[in-house]
């Protein structure tokens, strides 16, 4: 199983901190994942032309590619402006209207306010709805006040992510085997 984290933000380091934290635990209880973690502010990424994401060299070519090829994505984001950032959009405007086809996709957001809470739901599931993404229903919503240096301090978030990690490889797993069944129905 191969499964990508992308971290949206090429500024400020609660997303990270928390993908971190959750490539980390992946690591630890599925140790036969293959884990990538793509951190937008390690890459030099374009600006979407329209092109098709395999005609993109370099870093944007990396990205796009290894996101393409993954069976399960998480996807860390802060909410800036009550929205996503715009790296994180044109990773989306960069790939195919069906990318997320057949990948179940969850998500961490990182907000310096509760009222931020239903970015998600009203920007970022609808995108990758739209995209044809198997989303986790749950996500964790991380505020300001639990963090502390760089570090996670609530438990209850530490909790979450553990959940959404297992709820990903679950579907991940249960989502290959019904496609992998429906594929064996057909004699050619």
Do not use: C, W
């Amino acid at each position: 199983m191969k499964i990508v984290g992308l971290s949206g933000s090429i500024v400020g380091s609660k997303t990270r901190t928390a993908m971190d934290n959750t490539i980390k635990l992946i690591k630890e209880k599925y140790p036969n994942a293959e884990i990538t973690l793509i951190d937008l502010a390690d890459y030099n990424v374009q600006f979407s032309d329209g092109r098709n994401y395999l005609e993109y060299e370099g870093d944007t070519g990396f990205v796009t590619k290894t996101i393409m090829e993954a069976d399960a994505i998480i996807i860390g984001t802060p909410i800036f402006q009550a929205s996503i950032p715009a790296t994180l959009k044109n990773i989306f405007d960069l790939l195919p209207v069906n990318a997320f086809r057949d990948k179940v996709v969850s998500m961490l957001v990182t907000a310096g306010s509760s009222k931020h809470y239903l970015i998600a739901e009203q920007q970022l599931k609808p995108i990758l709805a739209y995209m044809k993404a198997q989303i986790v229903q749950t996500y964790v919503f991380i505020e300001e006040k639990d963090f502390h240096r760089k570090e996670i301090v609530n438990d209850d978030v530490l909790f979450r992510i553990e959940r959404l990690v297992e709820d990903t490889v679950v579907l991940t797993e249960t989502y290959t085997n019904i496609r992998e069944a429906k594929e064996e129905e057909y004699d050619f």
